[in-house]
């Protein structure tokens, strides 16, 4: 086990399974055909770019195969070595990456996480969207305020998005990290924007927290309903 854990953290091995996964997530998306909630959502986001679109912890590996050629997103990527993987096959997928930490539920309280909101905020200043997870780190649909923050701080929307397939696997771990199958029916979903004043107090924003919650679990329960329910071509 040890000897495998070891091979895993060399440069060569995260570069041959970032791009493997990014292959194998473009496979996933030539072959499944996705409907959009609402319709229009690209239309949408593009009207306000740049924005953040936020969704739950290993509900999102799918999502860059959404993007459009000529978005500019950037994602945020933990430092951890496992977080290498994941950037080598965002940055395929022609998703730039924001190495760093997220916060712990107050804010980005560390040094990697202030270089990591610093970094978001600068991408969004360029013009890029910035994708990340709202969750508290290891707990699971507990959003934090640092993107709350981000969102006051930067002046730009967060699209509370979540994306499904109707052919999955689930690992049973903390956040149910979802692994899309190919050959599915597959759902993209925004809930509506939540914009975050300027001058929000602590008050105004644990309120924003709260509705970014509600509307993520909003959004991903009506992911999974849309490929959940029967297909009723057959």
């Given amino acids: 086990m040890g ?12 570069v041959a399974i970032g791009v493997a996964a990014a292959e194998y997530l473009r496979f996933v998306g030539a ?3 996705f409907t959009l909630e609402p319709e229009d ?16 912890h290993g509900q999102h590996f799918i999502a860059p195969v959404g993007r459009k050629g000529e978005h500019r997103v950037k994602m945020l990527v933990s ?11 965002a940055e395929r997928l022609g998703v730039g990456t924001i190495r760093g930490s997220g916060n712990h539920g ?4 560390h040094k990697a996480g202030a270089a990591a909101f610093q970094g978001m905020l600068e991408a969004l200043a360029d ?3 910035v994708a990340m997870s709202a969750d508290v780190p290891k707990v699971a649909r507990v959003a934090g305020l640092g993107i709350v923050k981000l969102a006051q701080a930067s002046g730009r929307p967060i699209y509370p998005s979540a994306i499904a397939t109707s052919r999955r696997y689930v690992v049973d771990n903390w956040d149910r990290t979802t692994i899309n199958l190919p050959f599915s029916r597959g759902s993209g979903v925004a ?3 939540l914009r975050v004043a300027a001058d929000a107090d602590e ?32």
């Fill in 3 to 14: 000897f495998w854990r070891d091979i895993g953290r060399q440069q060569w091995a995260k």
């Fill in 31 to 33: 072959t499944s055909r």
């Fill in 41 to 56: 959502i690209y239309q949408r986001g593009e009207a306000e770019m740049p924005i953040i679109l936020a969704f739950w």
């Fill in 79 to 89: 430092r951890h070595h496992d977080g290498e993987v994941n950037a080598i096959a």
């Fill in 106 to 109: 107050n804010s980005f309280v």
């Fill in 127 to 129: 013009g890029y969207s």
């Fill in 191 to 193: 809930a509506e924007p």
């Fill in 203 to 234: 008050a105004a924003l644990e309120a924003a927290r709260r509705l970014l919650e509600e509307r993520l679990n909003a959004a991903t329960e009506r992911a999974y309903a849309l490929v959940d329910r029967p297909n009723r071509s057959k």
